[in-house]
């Protein structure tokens, strides 16, 4: 801002030094001498950084220019819009105000000077006002471009520190289940295996002098460990996951993360029973669901796409579809031609329509 007005003031000192120059009647001194005042007073407002400074500076600039246009030169008075606007501008808050303070000094003008007054006072202060207007604006902008920053930085470090809350849980997790199997293991597996050993030692002992009562304590062991190993069995039933939950919640993380990259809606529905699906038809399930999704974002131009999973009585269908430009013409590329070697390497097939949008879908049988 302060450029710009000593760039304005300088096109109008330079209007005013030429026409002086021009008349050859008037005697150069003390134009000159109110030139250096003036200037030194300018580069004094640029050089100190206190507003009160500042505003002594624009004070006796104002004081000088009357001074110099009622005793030098009347042109001197074409300089006071600029510098009347810096000083009007600090205790008047009104554009208006401002503009009504610049063209006052045109009534003890004469007519000719103050029609060349009033174009200098009105270019002054439309240019002025519209630039200081634009840079408020800008600053405004910046300030809002700073709180974006500020909160991205934030928002990143809160996921950065969700990311690892999330990491820290899983961990505690694993050793909260590792400690629970082991407290398990030792209270029910490892007494009925204790006690199974200390009748057999027992067997062994009285082996000769005793063989029915060494023959109970066998057939005690033998029931004992018998116990044992169904408590063993049952233990890693309950631990291990089902199949179609292992298959299934891969799908899911999978879809959900593609969501939240490409910022698509996808949808997951599953009809049916999905403990039919082998494991190997879960992996070909999953890599061609991913093949279609990365197919789609790339050429579809599709705003959100639908997954379903549906298992019928007699095949499993899985259907990918967006709505997407589609293709009239279908020329299949890599993508496609991968997804059919995998489903008929389970005996299956793809089925691929681009009439209304696009959609893949992949039909695997149901192994009896």
């Avoid at 250096?36 to 007073?41: A, M, Q, S, T, V």
């Avoid at 519209?130 to 405004?140: F, G, L, S």
């Avoid at 899983?170 to 009748?199: P, V």
């Avoid at 061609?288 to 197919?295: F, G």
């Amino acid at each position: 801002m302060e450029s710009l007005l000593i760039i304005y003031k300088l096109i109008v000192w330079g209007y005013a030094a030429f026409d002086y120059i021009s008349s050859k009647q008037r005697t150069g001194a003390g134009f000159v001498l109110v030139s250096l005042i003036y200037f030194c007073l300018q580069l004094f407002a640029l050089i100190v950084r206190h507003m009160s400074w500042k505003r002594g500076a624009a004070f006796g600039s104002v004081a000088l220019l009357v001074l110099a246009a009622a005793f030098v030169e009347p042109l001197w008075a074409l300089l006071l819009p600029l510098n009347g606007y810096e000083l009007a501008s600090v205790y008047i808050h009104r554009v208006w105000g401002i503009g009504a303070v610049l063209l006052t000094p045109m009534i003890w003008l004469d007519p000719s000077a103050g029609k060349l007054y009033g174009f200098v006072a009105l270019f002054s202060f439309v240019s002025v006002t519209a630039v200081k207007r634009h840079i408020e604006r800008m600053e405004q902008q910046e300030d809002r471009l700073d709180q974006m920053r500020n909160d991205l930085h934030r928002l990143t470090r809160r996921i950065s520190e969700y990311h690892q809350y999330i990491k820290q849980s899983e961990y505690t997790l694993q050793l909260e289940e590792r400690n629970r199997l082991s407290q398990r293991i030792h209270d029910q597996i490892g007494h009925s295996l204790a006690g199974a050993l200390i009748q057999m030692e027992a067997a062994k002992r009285l082996m000769d002098a005793d063989r029915d009562k060494a023959k109970q304590l066998l057939e005690n062991a033998i029931h004992i460990s018998k116990e044992g190993m169904e408590q063993i069995r049952m233990t890693l039933k309950q631990i291990k996951p089902p199949l179609e939950q292992i298959g299934l919640n891969r799908v899911k993380l999978f879809i959900e993360e593609f969501s939240a990259q490409h910022h698509l809606p996808v949808p997951l529905v599953c009809k049916g029973d999905l403990d039919v699906i082998t494991p190997i038809q879960w992996k070909v399930i999953y890599e061609n669901i991913a093949e279609a999704l990365t197919n789609a974002s790339k050429y579809a131009e599709a705003t959100a796409i639908a997954v379903e999973i549906h298992v019928l009585n007699r095949v499993i269908k899985v259907e990918v579809k967006d709505n997407g430009k589609g293709a009239a013409k279908i020329k299949k590329g890599l993508g496609i031609i991968g997804m059919e070697e995998r489903a008929a390497s389970v005996h299956g097939t793809v089925i691929v329509d681009g009439t209304n949008g696009f959609s893949v879908t992949t039909l695997l049988p149901i192994h009896e």
